[in-house]
């Protein structure tokens, strides 16, 4: 072996070991925190977190029914307002790529996205909260759907900017008018990785404690309705965290381990819906 | 011959912004007869295929200038609807294009948007399409399979049955064989001699052996221009231009 190729090995003998190195650095947190949250979380986890509302104080036992009901509406009230926003967004981008218009839009989305939360809880407080002066569910869900919005226009165009050019021109060829080719062939194409960019996003907004401090509130009761302050699943293990009281902790873990797990149940719902439309796309 | 020409070109130029990229095309198309455009790469026979069903619209800054008529009318009149055009213009492309659909679905699109929703109906021009194409065979237990899984050669014949389906009267090929191996080109070949007993058929290839083989008038493009073109025999055996001969011997190109 030449001194030359021996020099070679070496070097990319240490940068491999560097880049394992990386990865295990970055998972060190990931594992710590998965490990922390079940070890507290499962434990604390059992039917009643899901059937019960919170006890008063002082009353040991009860859950968190009304805030698992209120995050999934508060999900939902996002979704259906940032979902067909962003694709209609989205799909205006990766249509007219080279505008002036698009180009700003392109931007603020980016923008959008840098955008610290609590600066859109702020926001929908200003517009949906003070005029009407009462929280709701509706200001909470327009939160989090004002974050959605950047991730799903952003998604949405760079997936069907990879639809191949001849797809667009067989439709075309076919007598297809320009709407028809993006409706019918370019964005199903596209379906499986816009569905999977949707469900990212959701889980992300699914998270977020502080857009909702100020818009949703928080709500000790059952609540449903849209006009109404409403519990959430991180505002209460926020307030439950920094209570006094045992029993309050170990329900706020139980959360976290909840909220843990519908992401995790997102991201697989997500690719399982990916594996499904593309073994439809492909054989 | 007497008929008038199905596609007759005069003077048409055409621009890629300001890049002139034709040079005064005047052409006439037989009907019912294949027209094979032959010519060294970026000499435009691409441009100019793309011109007549004014597939060309899509790319901003291109721009057609001159005449091309399909039976008397201009393809670039201002009364002309580009969807109605396309409709009685089909295009096969160099590479096959399938839509990520069932087999069914791909023949249907054509009909499904012209608004045909009868089952039966469908049914029937999808099976006579499919058979046209040759394709019928390969492909009938399995028609609401993805049209994906099937072969390079069977996509393209199934792009070409996807053509045929809203029954156009002129079929326009660019290289639809290029990109497939000598039995699926084969097999390509068989199927556009035998449509042009319906079709008026403009294929690009860069094949000369391919258009010697399937056309029945040519016409070799060099540098954005018409140099030669005429009868199939005359071109490839005794063509007036030493250009037309130098390429079609393979001196060059």
């Known amino acids: 072996m030449t001194a030359n190729l021996r020099r070679r090995k070496i070097y990319s003998g240490i940068f491999e070991t560097l880049c394992a190195l990386a990865v295990v650095v970055a998972l060190i947190p990931l594992a710590m925190i998965l490990f922390y949250v079940i070890k507290e979380g499962f434990g604390a986890l059992n039917l009643d977190f899901f059937l019960h509302m919170p006890k008063p104080v002082g009353e040991s036992g009860g859950g968190m029914a009304n805030a698992i009901a209120g995050t999934l509406i508060l999900i939902g009230i996002a979704a259906a307002f940032a979902v067909p926003v962003g694709c209609l967004c989205g799909i205006h981008l990766s249509e007219y790529p080279g505008t ?137 293990v926020f307030t439950y965290a920094i209570s006094p009281y045992d029993d309050w902790h170990r329900q706020a873990w139980a959360g976290a381990f909840l909220l843990v797990m519908m992401i995790l149940a997102l991201s697989i719902l997500a690719r399982l819906a990916v594996r499904r439309l593309e073994r439809m796309n492909r054989s | 011959m007497n008929d008038d020409p199905k596609i007759s070109v005069r003077d048409f130029d055409f621009f890629y912004g300001a890049a002139k990229v034709l040079h005064g095309i005047s052409l006439d198309i037989p009907a019912r007869k294949v027209t094979a455009l032959i010519g060294p790469s970026g000499c435009g026979k691409s441009t100019f295929i793309r011109s007549i069903n004014r597939m060309n619209d899509i790319i901003t800054d291109a721009r057609g200038k001159g005449t091309i008529l399909i039976d008397g009318t201009d393809v670039y009149g201002s009364d002309t609807d580009v969807v109605e055009l396309r409709r009685r213009v089909g295009m096969v492309f160099q590479k096959s294009n399938p839509f990520p659909k069932s087999i069914y679905d791909n023949v249907a699109y054509g009909l499904r948007i012209g608004g045909m929703r009868n089952k039966r109906q469908l049914d029937d021009i999808i099976e006579r399409s499919l058979t046209r194409a040759a394709l019928w065979h390969e492909v009938k237990d399995r028609l609401h399979a993805s049209a994906l899984a099937l072969s390079g050669g069977q996509q393209q014949r199934l792009c070409i049955a996807r053509a045929l389906a809203v029954d156009p009267e002129i079929l326009l090929m660019d290289e639809p064989a290029s990109a497939l191996d000598p039995i699926a080109t084969s097999k390509i070949e068989e199927l556009i001699y035998e449509l042009k007993d319906n079709y008026t058929i403009v294929i690009v290839t860069h094949n000369m052996q391919q258009a010697a083989r399937v056309s029945d008038r040519t016409a070799f493009f060099m540098l954005g221009r018409l140099v030669e073109e005429g009868d199939k025999n005359t071109i490839f055996t005794n063509p007036k231009e030493k250009m037309t001969e130098d390429y079609v011997t393979g001196r060059f190109g």
């Open chain 1, 100 to 236: 002036k218009f698009s180009s700003i839009v392109r931007f603020a989305a980016d923008v959008l996205n840098g955008v610290p939360s609590i600066v859109v809880g702020i926001f929908a407080y200003g517009i949906l909260v003070l005029p009407v002066k009462r929280f709701s569910a509706i200001a909470g869900g327009v939160a989090l759907g004002l974050l959605m919005i950047p991730i799903v226009v952003r998604t949405t165009e760079e997936l069907l900017r990879l639809v191949p050019g001849g797809l667009r021109e067989g439709a075309l060829a076919l007598g297809a008018t320009r709407g028809r080719a993006v409706f019918s062939v370019i964005v199903p194409a596209a379906l499986p990785g816009i569905l999977t960019g949707i469900l990212v996003a959701l889980a992300r907004v699914a998270g977020e404690t502080a857009p909702l401090l100020f818009t949703a509130f928080n709500n000790r009761f059952w609540s449903t309705s849209l006009t109404q302050p409403i519990a959430s699943l991180t505002v209460q």
